[in-house]
């Protein structure tokens, strides 16, 4: 396809097409109604206002009313919020009609100027930089420019040191929960232990560590310590001998933590055996120690060696092998 | 049939025709298909089980097998108890309709009678949960809404949504919506876990944590919306749509009507 | 003189004679801006912002940003005697205890989705027409800054509340930072003062949220509308309007006017749907607590489409000498919009180097005339809407009885199969268009009146366009593609050969086009 034709003679600009006249501008009748309106729709907006405010100090809040398609709808903040949306958008609509219809339409044309500053501008400015530089002798100062280079250069690092006590250094929290060889599990919420007989086989219970003494449990633990705790038959496990070790009779036990982003990995199919992430729909088979079937997860959720105490209470035998959560650059995920 | 082929070419003729063959399609498939409903008036003098048994064996034992022992297309239902039965066969999901992924809610099959009689039968062949009594599900006097609603979030909401509206699981497998289902199917949901559903025993939820759960439930279903309109409870993908479309597109029309001549 | 424009007569002395106004207001009074509904969508992001500002204050004025925890007393009956943060309790007391406090909140959040969605309106709009085409590329940057700096204002608006959604959300956030190598842990625990979440996370957002990023917008927001005002805005083509003029209507009084009541209207329609629908009803989620979750979690709208990214990459990481580098969270959450922003951030150097041209433009391109600056612009809005309906798989799994996994493998082949598919689609949709145009030019407008000539022939009458339209029709420019040759007149080879030939390609695809209807073209006509 060629392109020639900014060398031809290009259509001419015809001018504007001849104006038409709005009824308002030629019938002094149809310019009346069109005040009107406008004094309708200021009157509307003033309505609304009226509503807005009667809604505010005489009608209670737990007032509710039925509206189709909407459902059982509270009568207060339909007032507050119609009142004042009808207030403005009148106001609006009334004056956007009065442009339209009453005021002058005439378009009118402001000239472009070139935004290129003229050359002796140019010229001045050059002269006028150049010529205090060279008072300045900047260029033969050179221990004032070394000793202002050095006394700047420093001022970036404060700002920096000064944010430091933000939030203390990561060090091994990342690593750590609050699981210990012993740590009974206990229900999530209601703080019960529980025993490896009351857990039928296609359940899911979620844990927490009991914490001694009724120590309040901080939101940062909680965001490592949840376990899921899930029977299933014995014999559906496809585990390697260490991680079956782990189990007890039938019960395995994850970090409820997703390996992805840390979003709590609470839906288990019994049917399927999967565990399913809402945030990207990681899937995790449990029959294979939660290994990761579907999604952008990477790793498998951490396994929890459990075991029961001498009363039948489902206890950890050791702390997870591994972080839990999200993967960060100094974890040894090998 | 001359008289008929007169009205060849009238213009009626094809709507007309068309409707006739949709009819006759449709009417004689349902007739070829309509299934033969017992009625339970030829079992008034066996006893419930056995009665359960006769209904179990013309409606389920196809795919269950006939003493219940299970097969490829369906587990065994030894031990599953009378609970599991007045669920699945009580909000219609058994018999299952069409064998896609997950057996769906729907209008029942069995009356009353027969359902409590199937029941019956399936708690015979071994111990299972049990239906429970009205007795046991006075929520509104043994249950705690906030209760509910700690324990709603810690074990419901990830499969049913916040509000239980109902979510997605694998495979187009979804956990339904809990509005408006009745307590005794959330209790017998909870302790026989259908499906994909875990099991809920009442070691792990207690009974009293039962009826705050459905205490709970039962209140967000008459809770009123206090905002507004809410579009299902969803979440911000329904907002974030309503924002562009109502929002945006009002604004649009307004500027357009703005910016046009007036007469 | 009447007794009013007496007193008004003093008042504009008495300020005059300190400062001397008289001059640049009687200039500014009668400058003239264009008349088209698609320039107003950037004062829909400049009133919503206003709004966000008056509604936002209302909020501060009664929330309480900490995170210390506290047992929830007041009337909301399924939550009485719950923990939670002071944070969520007291925007429980503002959804419930103070009136109007529902509305004000919803105000908010419904003026945010606008503020967002107007501004990619906007930035589509200025697109589709070349507007950012010199001397407007600085005010381009500034917007794809600010439209960068709405994100985070708004992740941390909605993460005020502490609910169970957007906590989760923060959730994400922080696995982002802590995903970044060598410093990805240390940033995550200063930023939330430990380990997530932190105690002091939420006053800090507050600041954030209230203070520092508010501050931002007002400076930018500023700099990007003065530079429209003194730049002065662009306008369509069509009779009287060239590259040295602007058409319009002067501020006084009639865009003042118009303007003036976008914003009543702009208000009223955001007060509108704040009074009917709900949004954020965070009673319902429940306060946050990171071993919650509901099923259907997703961010608000303009962040979903990086929620979908993150949904369909594939489980990427490398472990490696005692270290762990995600790279199924940092492709699709920090690379992909790293390069999609910065690449839209230089766009117009990036076009202005493929066509070569210096030139200064105010006169904006019809859509269908760049091809491919068009086609460009429709793959990249697919890319974002494949993301963007990943990110809510399983909100349409739920409602639309379909499987997350189909949805998820359909995006995650539709990413790169849809935006070259729709690149091919629109580039022949605007080139058709020309034709279209093109027809209307030489033979007018098919009326749909059949006349049978004597001859027995039928033919079709067609009416002739109006002039003005014609011109509008036939005003844009053509210029050539670039010639680039790998070698210079004497046949060696040129520094930057490679550099010239992609150069000299990419302008020859631009330059795609059918040639536009001449006055010669017309003349001929006439003589048929």
Redesign the interface.
């Given at each position: 396809m060629s392109n020639v034709s900014t060398e031809i003679e290009p259509v001419q600009d015809p001018g504007p097409a001849p104006h038409v006249m709005r009824n308002a501008d030629i019938d002094p009748k149809a310019e009346k109604r069109a005040e009107q309106q406008v004094a309708i729709l200021f009157g509307l907006s003033g309505v609304s206002s009226l509503l807005l405010i009667y809604s505010y100090v005489f009608i209670a809040s737990d007032v509710f009313v039925f509206i189709p398609v909407m459902g059982s709808q509270n009568v207060q903040q339909l007032g507050l919020g119609l009142g004042m949306a009808f207030s403005l958008l009148f106001l609006g609509l009334g004056a956007i009609h009065w442009a339209k219809k009453l005021m002058p339409e005439t378009e009118v044309i402001n000239h472009r100027h070139e935004f290129r500053s003229s050359d002796e501008d140019r010229d001045e400015l050059v002269k006028t930089v150049k010529h205090a530089a060279a008072e300045v002798k900047l260029g033969r100062r050179s221990l004032i420019k070394r000793s202002l280079g050095f006394s700047l250069g420093l001022f970036a690092l404060p700002p920096v040191l000064l944010l430091r006590d933000l939030g203390p250094l990561p060090k091994k929290q990342l690593e750590t929960t609050n699981w210990k060889a012993g740590t009974r599990l206990v229900t999530d919420p209601g703080n019960r232990p529980i025993l490896a007989s009351d857990l039928e086989v296609g359940a899911v219970v979620q844990t927490l560590p009991e914490m001694p003494n009724e120590t309040e449990r901080l939101l940062s633990d909680i965001a490592k310590d949840p376990v899921l705790l899930i029977r299933i038959r014995a014999e559906e496990f496809q585990l390697s001998p260490e991680k079956l070790a782990m189990t007890h009779d039938g019960i395995i036990a994850f970090s409820k933590i997703c390996s992805h982003m840390g979003c709590a990995v609470a839906l288990y199919e019994q049917a399927t055996k999967h565990l399913l992430c809402p945030c990207h729909q990681s899937t995790f088979d449990v029959t294979r120690g939660a290994k990761v079937i579907f999604g952008p997860a990477a790793r498998p959720l951490p396994q929890l060696d459990i075991t029961v105490d001498e009363e039948g209470y489902l206890i950890a035998r050791a702390p997870f092998n591994e972080s839990v959560g999200p993967s960060y650059w100094e974890r040894n995920s090998q | 049939m001359k008289r008929l082929s007169r009205y060849r070419r009238h213009k009626a003729a094809g709507p007309f025709l068309l409707v006739f063959a949709l009819l006759a399609i449709g009417t004689t498939f349902n007739v070829a298909s309509a299934t033969v409903k017992q009625s339970p008036n030829s079992f008034a003098r066996t006893s419930a089980i056995e009665e359960g048994r006769q209904i179990f064996l013309k409606g389920c034992s196809s795919c269950h097998g006939l003493n219940a022992e299970g097969g490829a297309i369906a587990p065994s239902l030894i031990g599953v108890g009378a609970a599991s039965v007045d669920f699945q066969v009580g909000t219609g999901r058994m018999p299952m309709a069409d064998m896609s992924t997950q057996a769906m809610r729907k209008a029942p099959v069995y009356n009353a009678e027969e359902t409590a009689a199937l029941a019956a039968y399936v708690a015979s062949l071994a111990p299972g949960p049990a239906i429970p009594t009205d007795a046991l599900l006075n929520y509104e006097r043994d249950g705690s809404t906030a209760e509910g609603g700690e324990l709603f979030r810690n074990n419901c909401a990830m499969c049913h949504n916040f509000a239980g509206q109902g979510g997605a699981l694998t495979q187009g497998k979804y956990a339904p919506t809990l509005m408006g289902v009745e307590p005794k199917y959330i209790y017998e949901a909870l302790i026989t876990g259908p499906q994909s559903m875990p099991v809920f025993s009442d070691k792990t939820i207690t009974p009293a944590e039962k009826l705050s759960l459905i205490k709970w439930i039962k209140s967000a279903e008459k809770e009123p919306n206090l905002g507004g309109a809410t579009m299902g409870r969803i979440g911000p993908v329904t907002e974030g749509l309503l924002a562009w479309v109502l929002g945006i597109g009002l604004l649009i029309g307004i500027a357009v009507w703005l910016t046009t001549k007036a007469r | 003189m009447t007794t009013a424009e007496k007193r008004l007569g003093n008042a504009a002395n008495f300020v005059d004679e300190r400062i001397g106004a008289a001059g640049w207001v009687k200039k500014s009074l009668?400058?003239?801006f264009p008349?088209?509904?698609?320039f107003?969508?950037g004062e829909?992001c400049m009133y919503s912002f206003v709004i966000l500002l008056l509604s936002g204050t209302f909020l501060t004025l009664w929330f309480d940003p900490s995170?210390r925890d506290v047992i929830y007393e007041g009337v909301y009956?399924?939550?009485?005697?719950?923990k939670m943060s002071a944070a969520y309790a007291s925007t429980l007391d503002i959804?419930?205890e103070v009136?109007?406090g529902?509305?004000m909140r919803?105000i908010h959040h419904?003026a945010a989705?606008?503020f967002m969605?107007?501004i990619v309106?906007h930035l589509l709009r200025v697109f589709f027409t070349g507007a950012f085409r010199k001397?407007r590329e600085f005010n381009w940057i500034l917007g794809i800054l600010l439209l960068t700096l709405g994100f985070v204002e708004g992740l941390f608006g909605y993460s005020l509340p502490d609910d169970?959604?957007s906590g989760?959300g923060l959730?994400?956030t922080?696995?982002?930072i802590?995903?970044?190598?060598?410093v990805?842990?240390?940033i995550?625990?200063?930023?939330?003062?430990?380990?997530?979440?932190?105690v002091?996370f939420l006053p800090r957002i507050f600041t954030l949220h209230v203070l520092l990023i508010p501050g931002a917008f007002l400076a930018v927001i500023t700099i990007h509308v003065m530079l429209v005002w003194y730049?002065?805005h662009t306008q369509f083509p069509g009779?009287?309007r060239?590259?040295?003029?602007?058409?319009?209507?002067?501020i006084l009084?009639?865009y003042m006017?118009?303007a003036?009541?976008?914003?009543?209207?702009?208000?009223?329609?955001?007060?509108?749907?704040?009074?009917?629908?709900?949004?954020?009803?965070i009673?319902?989620?429940?306060p946050y607590?990171?071993?919650?979750?509901?099923?259907?979690?997703?961010?608000?709208?303009?962040m979903?489409w990086l929620?979908g990214l993150?949904?369909?990459?594939?489980?990427?990481?490398t472990?490696a000498f005692?270290?762990?580098?995600?790279w199924?969270?940092l492709i699709p959450a920090l690379i992909v919009p790293g390069i999609l922003f910065t690449g839209m951030a230089f766009y117009p150097f990036i076009e202005s180097w493929i066509t070569g041209d210096k030139r200064?433009h105010?006169l904006l391109d019809r859509p269908r005339n760049v091809p491919n600056r068009t086609a460009l612009g429709v793959m990249s809005i697919t890319f974002v809407m494949v993301a963007l309906i990943n990110g809510?798989?399983?909100?349409l799994?739920?409602?639309f009885?379909?499987?997350?996994?189909?949805i998820?493998w359909f995006s995650r082949i539709g990413i790169f199969v849809l935006p070259p598919l729709a690149f091919v689609i629109t580039k022949r949709l605007c080139l058709s268009l020309q034709r279209a145009d093109r027809d209307l030019v030489l033979h007018g407008l098919e009326t749909g009146r059949l006349v049978r000539m004597s001859s027995g022939e039928f033919v079709e009458i067609h009416e002739p366009i109006?002039?003005?339209k014609?011109?509008v029709l036939?005003?844009h420019?053509?210029?050539?593609?670039l010639e680039l040759s790998a070698t210079d007149a004497r046949g060696v080879k040129r520094p930057g050969a490679i550099k010239n030939k992609v150069r000299a390609r990419l302008s020859k695809a631009h330059?795609?086009?059918?040639?536009?209807?001449?006055?010669?073209d017309?003349k001929e006509i006439e003589h048929h």
């Open positions: - | - | 009668n400058k003239v008349d088209h509904w698609s107003m969508l829909v995170q009956e399924p939550l009485k005697g719950i959804s419930f009136r109007g529902l509305l919803q419904w989705n606008i969605a107007a309106a001397p169970l959604l989760t959730r994400i922080s696995a982002i802590q995903a970044i190598p060598l990805g842990t240390y995550s625990f200063f930023l939330f003062g430990g380990a997530f979440p932190g002091g730049q002065k009779p009287g060239t590259e040295k003029n602007v058409v319009g209507h002067p009084p009639v006017a118009k003036g009541g976008f914003f009543f209207i702009v208000f009223g329609v955001i007060a509108f749907l704040s009074a009917v629908a709900s949004i954020n009803p009673w319902l989620y429940g607590t990171p071993g919650q979750i509901s099923a259907g979690s997703q961010p608000d709208w303009y979903g929620d993150v949904r369909m990459a594939p489980p990427l990481e472990h005692g270290h762990t580098v995600s199924n969270i200064e105010h809510g798989n399983d909100i799994a739920t409602n009885h379909l499987s997350i996994n189909q998820m109006s002039p003005q014609r011109f036939t005003s420019e053509q210029a050539p593609a330059a795609v086009g059918l040639p536009k209807v001449t006055a010669e017309l």
